[in-house]
């Protein structure tokens, strides 16, 4: 029987505090149950085991993702909604890097759940960029650009890869110019 108050929307809470504070590597069955104050087994009333518990991980993380972004492109429009994604999708890496590095390491793509969850964070870029008036697969090659940027610089930095001491939001700035300078030039209307 599943403990009062207890539903998969706390199980998942804390599943993502887990994977932010001590990592992806250290969410396991044994230290959610511990963190919620129940016995292992009590969990499959809410997951289906470690694979189920990481789907469920990878779908919360494509919805704060995309819940984020949102908020940072509301009445904005053209550069400045490109310019504030891309600040908000450092500063999400930052803000939930296990979580993060379970979408990244557990999505399964041939999941039409997980495939439906990444499509609207898609969808929402290609809203982004319409001001742009790019034809669907080039908005396509230009959210690679977009994802491989924001994710590349944001990992690097989380990891301590950048250690000469100049200003790191300066360096973001300064990418985020060229990769929009680059956007206005192939496609400038």
Do not use: C, W
């Not at 932010?20 to 511990?34: F, H, N, P, W």
């Not at 919620?36 to 704060?64: M, T």
């Not at 898609?122 to 090659?141: F, R, S, T």
């Not at 944001?154 to 110019?177: C, H, M, N, Q, W």
């Amino acid at each position: 029987m599943a403990r009062a108050g207890l539903d998969q929307q706390a199980v998942l809470a804390a599943a993502a505090e887990i994977a932010d504070t001590k990592g992806v590597e250290e969410l396991t069955l044994s230290t959610l149950a511990q963190k919620l104050g129940i016995r292992p087994p009590s969990l499959y009333n809410h997951v289906h085991g470690l694979p189920g518990l990481r789907r469920q991980l990878v779908l919360y993380a494509y919805a704060k993702l995309k819940e984020t972004l949102t908020q940072a492109a509301v009445g904005k429009a053209k550069d400045e909604a490109v310019r504030s994604l891309a600040e908000a999708y450092r500063a999400y890496v930052h803000r939930h890097p296990g979580v993060y590095e379970a979408s990244e390491r557990y999505a399964d793509l041939t999941d039409p759940e997980v495939q439906r969850a990444a499509g609207e964070v898609v969808d929402l870029l290609i809203q982004v960029l319409e001001p742009y008036g790019l034809e669907h697969e080039e908005a396509i090659h230009v959210i690679r650009g977009f994802r491989s940027m924001a994710h590349g610089f944001a990992t690097i930095e989380r990891s301590g890869g950048f250690g000469i001491p100049l200003d790191l939001d300066v360096s973001y700035r300064k990418l985020l110019d060229a990769y929009l300078a680059g956007l206005r030039a192939l496609y400038a209307k």
